[in-house]
């Protein structure tokens, strides 16, 4: 049958330095494919990535692995069979928290499968007739994204002929109008500065990286001068070492000086290199940043076009009660006129009593 992929990514390898044992040494220079395989005719779990033609990373999955974020886009788990430790940087989060339950998932299939093969090793014998062991493939997991949705359906509006009805409708509308903006400027207003947080972050972290890189090549053409010196020093004591057996002493402890100092020299020069290969995340922060930029612009757009919306709100507030206090008054007319009208039947009506009553 082969190998059976069951789940892919894209990240950026780093192997441990076997030397220090603490150092990460970049295994490809950009970010590749990292995948999970499983092969049905060994019954094992890998993980592989392929640079080129070069696998970077050939991990058999046991149940002992265990992976661990060390931060939050960045994860290591350590390999017995291949005597090194593997790191991944991921560009978001949600990459390294759907490697990890990836991981842990193919972790426990690794347990079945081992716990499997002990039991059947128990039980054969030659009066039993057992089936070899079946492939046991780990079980996906199927991620349902969740889209809340605010708003309301199709409001049916009645309308009245009272107009005592349609300024309360139209006092609620203004009202739910303004509960909303005030809503949404709330959320954006926060939205906003944590934008702007890990907008000063990054720059923070930029600028720290770049004075980090300009201290070592001081620090480096530093240990260069003094290396030159310390040879001038030997090479002068050599020549009075001819006439000075104590000055013996004194080249040998400068000659362990320039020892130490070349390989003090060797060291920063592996860690600038280090630090060259890091320009590569320092690119994604600055692409983050720009992201976060535009979207911050795009937040604020959409605030000025709720305030307007409440301003045009509030306009129709006013015209309707401005509306409401001319129908007022043209009532108030009418009514005075009734009521002459009525006066002048009541008259009428006695009139016509007292005639008739004569």
Not at 275 to 290: I, N, P, T, Y
Not at 326 to 352: M, T
């Amino acid at each position: 049958m082969g190998e059976q992929p069951l789940f892919s990514t894209k990240a950026h390898v780093f192997q441990i330095d076997p030397a220090t044992k603490r150092n990460w040494i970049p295994a490809s220079k950009h970010a590749v494919t990292v995948s999970f395989f499983y092969d049905a005719n060994r019954t094992v779990y890998r993980i592989i990535s392929v640079g080129g033609t070069k696998a970077i990373i050939n991990s058999t999955v046991t149940p002992n692995m265990t992976f661990t974020k060390t931060s939050q886009k960045f994860g290591q788990w350590a390999d017995s069979r291949a005597n090194t430790v593997y790191g991944l940087g991921f560009s978001t989060e949600q990459h390294l928290q759907q490697f990890s339950e990836q991981f842990k998932e193919v972790k426990e299939a690794a347990r079945l499968v081992r716990e499997k093969s002990q039991e059947k090793f128990e039980l054969i014998c030659p009066g039993l007739n057992i089936d070899p062991l079946q492939a046991l493939s780990g079980d996906r997991r199927s991620l349902t994204a969740l889209l809340c949705v605010n708003g309301s359906g199709e409001d049916k509006l009645f309308r009245s002929k009272s107009a005592d009805l349609e300024l309360a409708m139209k006092k609620e509308c203004v009202k739910k109008i303004r509960s909303e903006g005030s809503i949404c400027e709330v959320s954006m207003e926060a939205e906003l500065f944590t934008l702007r947080k890990s907008n000063a972050k990054l720059v923070a972290a930029l600028h720290e990286a770049n004075s980090s890189i300009e201290q070592w090549k001081n620090q480096l053409s530093e240990y260069q001068q003094e290396t030159h010196r310390l040879r001038d020093q030997v090479a002068e004591l050599e020549e009075q070492s001819v006439h000075s057996a104590a000055s013996e002493n004194k080249t040998e402890d400068l000659f362990q000086s320039v020892e130490d100092m070349e390989a003090l020299l060797m060291a920063k020069d592996e860690e600038i290199n280090k630090l060259q290969g890091r320009k590569s995340d320092f690119q994604d922060l600055v692409e983050e940043r720009e992201e976060i930029n535009k979207r911050m612009q795009e937040l604020e757009q959409r605030n000025l076009e709720l305030e307007q919306q409440v301003q045009r709100a509030e306009q129709n507030l006013a015209s309707s009660m401005e509306a409401r206090q001319q129908a007022e008054g043209q009532v108030r007319k009418v009514i005075e006129v009734l009521d002459v009208k009525i006066f002048d039947l009541n008259n009428l009506r006695q009139s016509l009593d007292n005639f008739l009553n004569k």
